[in-house]
């Protein structure tokens, strides 16, 4: 991989950059992020090495785990490479952007399918598992949105959009996100929850008929809560997981059908506050509710590493294979999926991108489609995992 000689140039810089602390297994507390820096870069005892080249859905199969990605219609259509890396490598499809209200709802009075539609196709074609995303968000709301939707209609828009979508699909969609990231604890709410629309016209128990109304519509369908920010654990992360567990642990008690938790896990190479005993800890609390768990939209943004592409895969990778084993080690896992498989497709090029102007690296599969240290990263955490 690297020659001693350029890992002890890199080093240097490093050190010049934030002063090195010791390598740990997995990074924990205030210097985690240069722990991290210093475990890829120094210990070529972690060389990544993969057998074969299997792909990523047989290695997951064999654990009794799902594994996926995450694609738009318009790539998938024009770009051959990117369709088949989906099929060799996925088991399981969700459509970034095409079950989104702003995608499937033109206007007040209209759904169009279309694109979900021909998402749900390509999955069942190429036997793949199917999931939705997502039916009650606070973010791509179309335009009309705002001037139609009040306290007085709230309630009919939101259980006639879940029914209707849900029922198009349903008995054919292994999972849902029915409520994407309802909490906010920095927006001042009662109970930490998002100052979303939803919550100022319908107050908190939107969140529990979102659920029963997708429950009646696909009883088949299991129903995910789907948040972001739970990974590290910094003060803000630690409220967040605090309050979702609540927010868990009301709907289960309420018997609302909620099946699992979905955590989205976009990674930040920069910041690596990964404290895996309380993300482990957290990890078997939602499972002692009787809940699964998903890994929904993994990446690792590369934003703030050196531009070196080398360097830069090999802390992806570790930040990678330390958090899937992780995660791995709890069975209320089920099932892991990337937001995109290879970094020529990637929301962060555009949400996150580096301000060297370097293309973001953040994916299993490079900008050519072929596989990186993340890849066998993950091919590694999926092989050393306990079976299901
Ligand atoms: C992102 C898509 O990838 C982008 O194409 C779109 O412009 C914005 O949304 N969390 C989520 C996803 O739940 O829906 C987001 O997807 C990424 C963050």
Same mark, same amino acid.
């Given at each position: 991989m690297f020659k001693n000689s350029s890992i002890t140039r890199r080093r240097f810089v490093y050190m010049g950059v934030s002063g090195l602390a010791g390598a740990t297994a997995v990074a924990v507390g205030k210097d985690s992020y240069q722990m991290y820096q210093s475990q890829a870069l120094d210990n070529l005892k972690r060389d990544f090495k993969v057998v074969?080249?299997?792909? $990523? =859905?047989?290695? *997951?199969?064999?654990?009794?785990?799902?594994?996926?990605?995450?694609?738009?219609? %318009?790539?998938?259509?024009?770009?051959?490479?990117?369709k088949t890396s989906i099929v060799r490598e996925c088991g399981i499809l969700v459509p970034e952007n095409? $079950? =989104?209200?702003? *995608?499937?709802?033109?206007?007040?009075?209209?759904?169009?399918?279309?694109?979900? %539609?021909?998402l749900a196709q390509f999955a069942r074609t190429h036997n793949m598992l199917f999931r939705g995303h997502t039916l009650v968000w606070y973010m791509q709301l179309p335009n009309w949105f705002k001037e139609v939707v009040n306290r007085q209609n709230a309630e009919k828009f939101l259980v006639e959009h879940i029914t209707t979508v849900t029922k198009r699909y349903a008995g054919r969609m292994h999972s849902w996100d029915v409520v994407n990231e309802a909490i906010e604890p920095d927006d001042g709410q009662k109970a930490g929850l998002r100052k979303s629309p939803w919550l100022q016209f319908l107050g908190p128990d939107y969140i529990e008929l979102a659920y029963?109304?997708?429950?009646?519509?696909?009883?088949?369908?299991?129903?995910?809560y789907n948040e972001n920010a739970l990974e590290y654990s910094g003060r803000k992360e630690e409220v967040k997981r605090t309050a979702v567990l609540k927010l868990l642990e009301r709907l289960k008690s309420r018997g609302t059908p909620i099946h699992a938790l979905g955590i989205q896990s976009h990674l930040v190479a920069q910041e690596g506050a990964l404290n895996a005993k309380k993300l482990r800890t957290f990890l078997s609390d939602v499972a002692s509710l009787g809940l699964k768990i998903l890994i929904t939209e993994l990446d690792v943004s590369d934003q703030k590493l050196p531009s070196d592409p080398a360097v830069r895969d090999r802390i992806v990778a570790s930040v990678y294979e330390d958090y899937l084993s992780v995660?791995?080690?709890?069975?209320?896992?089920?099932?892991?999926?990337?937001?995109?498989?290879?970094?020529?497709?990637?929301?962060?090029?555009?949400?996150?991108?580096?301000?060297?102007?370097?293309?973001?690296?953040?994916?299993?599969?490079?900008?050519?489609?072929?596989?990186?240290?993340?890849?066998?990263?993950?091919?590694?955490a999926f092989d050393q995992a306990r079976k299901r």
């Open positions: 074969g080249q299997t792909p $990523l =859905k047989k290695r *997951a199969t064999a654990k009794g785990l799902i594994y996926g990605a995450a694609s738009g219609r %318009d790539f998938l259509v024009s770009d051959k490479n990117l095409e $079950l =989104k209200w702003d *995608a499937v709802r033109p206007a007040p009075d209209k759904f169009d399918f279309t694109r979900a %539609d021909w029963r109304v997708a429950a009646q519509a696909d009883p088949k369908a299991m129903l995910v995660v791995l080690d709890e069975k209320a896992v089920i099932a892991v999926l990337n937001w995109g498989l290879s970094d020529r497709h990637t929301w962060l090029s555009t949400f996150t991108p580096r301000s060297d102007g370097a293309p973001v690296r953040p994916l299993p599969l490079d900008s050519s489609f072929k596989p990186k240290l993340a890849w066998n990263a993950m091919a590694r």
